[in-house]
């Protein structure tokens, strides 16, 4: 599998470059799959938080997109299981400002190898991040018990590991859920079940011409969009993503721009406040 390790910011500026000037444009349509299934539920250049518009609080149900009208792309990427993808879609955040929401498996080495370079893009809140359990386990096959072992275990992972003081966000791997799970979640802290109505369709090695018709059928308005940072193919793509988001006016979002929590208001609160003292 080819390695993104190499990857260093002169060569990914040339290749966001490149990028930029060839995206192709597509158009939205129904019916979704992924190997991570699960029922349906730009100038992205700026860290600074988007205001968009949506409930006061994260909502204690099941999610699917995003609320209202608007220009907002939430990309959500899950599990981790390379170290160097990881460390690629890191290196995109740094470099372009993109906001992402990841939903780590705690079991994967990859959350603590890039956790220094992490830690300040979730402390500002460019990046957000959800419970996506310890071992990426289908909960519905578990007991209550071993249910609540894997979230708590993976909350506690993201709170040691990666600093993340709250976070309402679970989803549950390969979309397997019902009423009993989504108890057990809202019991460890994540009242809020995320889904998706859109993906990348990269849970599995695919080209990256299978990939960027994913992209082009869901990268627009209001979608939660599912990726994996599991395989190499999406980090030589990411000059054409970020063209496609722009040539359709779209803005990346974190699920912690749209849903705050109280604890994540008053730091936005108490950030304002300080600049207006400057």
């Known amino acids: 599998m080819p390695t993104v390790r190499a990857m260093e910011r002169r060569g990914f500026l040339l290749a966001l470059a490149a990028g930029l000037a060839g995206a192709a444009v597509g158009r939205g349509a129904t019916g979704l799959t992924d190997g991570d299934p699960a029922p349906l539920a730009v100038s992205s250049g700026s860290t600074e938080a ?32 390379s170290t160097e993808v990881v460390a690629a879609y890191t290196a995109f955040a740094v470099d372009t400002g993109t906001r992402l929401t990841f939903f780590p498996n705690g079991c994967y ?5 890039n956790a220094r370079t992490l830690r300040p ?16 386990a289908d909960l519905t096959t578990l007991s209550d018990r071993q249910v ?23 989803r549950p791997p390969f979309g397997a859920r019902n009423e009993r799970i989504d108890r057990i979640a809202a019991d460890h802290g994540h009242p809020t079940v995320v ?14 011409a299978a990939l960027m018709t994913a992209a082009r059928e869901w990268f627009t308005a209001q979608r939660i969009v599912v990726g994996h940072a599991n395989h190499a193919t999406v ?44």
């Open 50 to 81: 988007v205001a968009v518009p949506g409930p006061a609080l994260p909502p204690s149900r099941v999610v699917q997109g995003l609320p209202g009208n608007g220009s907002s792309l939430a990309l959500t990427i899950d599990d981790g299981t």
């Open 109 to 113: 080495r990859s959350w603590k190898d």
């Open 121 to 136: 893009l979730i402390e500002s809140g460019q990046v957000a991040l959800g419970n996506h359990t310890w071992s990426h």
């Open 235 to 278: 980090t030589t793509l990411y000059g054409d993503l970020l063209a496609l988001i722009a040539e359709r006016g779209l803005h990346t979002v974190t699920l912690a721009d749209v849903w705050p929590t109280p604890a994540q208001r008053l730091r936005g609160a108490t950030v304002e406040s300080h600049a207006g003292l400057d």
């Open 195 to 208: 889904m998706w109505n859109g993906t990348l369709g990269d849970s599995r090695v695919g080209t990256a």
């Open 148 to 170: 609540a072992e894997e979230i708590g275990r993976n909350r506690d992972f993201l709170r040691s590991v990666l600093g993340v003081r709250d976070s309402p966000f679970f």
